[in-house]
């Protein structure tokens, strides 16, 4: 069942922000990018939240073309909880007690 709704908790969102601008400040251009790339997956897995693996409680969508994960959980049918914007190459699960 697609959820209707998504909302990132602060960590996440400054996670976004973050990446976001230091990927802008590498090449221009690259942080929106970033972000289109974090939007078109947000709605992917809006539109099938139960198709990425459940580990304990939490699903993780991986970006295409950067090393970031979506990190998610389903807060009921139709809402999803996003807890993090996971850069891959940081320690492993470091938003896990979010």
């Not at 697609?2 to 802008?24: M, V």
């Not at 099938?48 to 409680?57: C, F, H, M, S, T």
């Not at 809402?79 to 938003?95: G, Q, T």
């Amino acid at each position: 069942m697609p959820a209707s709704t998504f909302r990132f908790i602060p960590a996440a969102e400054r996670e976004l922000d973050e990446a976001a601008h230091w990927y802008e400040e590498r090449h221009e251009g690259l942080g929106l990018e970033f972000l289109t790339v974090v939007r078109e997956k947000v709605f992917a897995l809006m539109g099938a939240p139960g198709r990425w693996r459940l580990v304990n409680g939490t699903r993780r969508a991986l970006l295409e073309g950067f090393p970031y994960a979506v990190v998610y959980r389903e807060v009921s049918d139709d809402d999803i909880e996003i807890v993090a914007v996971a850069n891959l190459r940081r320690r492993p699960k470091y938003w896990a007690n979010r």
